[in-house]
């Protein structure tokens, strides 16, 4: 993640650069230690979201780029819902 990517972390948080952001693409960082999901909707609202879940993180970590954000994401909800 560089200078092109819209989600950066700094000492004292997080900048986001929303302007740089492709609609429905997730991007992630990690800052004190939790990671931290962006995405900018069809109305070109951007959301954000801390991920709680220890195990869906870590793998979010291995995995950073959108599509595998995604399957994550599908796979959890997916538990949550009963494990199909």
Excluded: R, W
């Excluded at 650069?17 to 230690?33: A, G, L, S």
């Excluded at 909707?41 to 979201?49: A, V």
């Excluded at 879940?53 to 780029?65: G, M, T």
């Amino acid at each position: 993640m560089g200078e092109d990517y819209p989600v950066m972390v700094k000492e004292d948080g997080i900048i986001v650069k929303p302007t740089m952001m492709k609609k429905e693409e997730i991007y992630h960082c990690v800052y004190q230690n939790k990671v931290y999901l962006f995405f900018k909707d069809e109305n070109e609202l951007l959301n954000c979201y801390e991920v709680e879940d220890k195990e869906v993180a870590e793998a979010i970590k291995s995995s950073p780029d959108s599509d595998s954000i995604k399957n994550i994401l599908q796979e959890y909800a997916k538990k949550q819902q009963g494990g199909q």
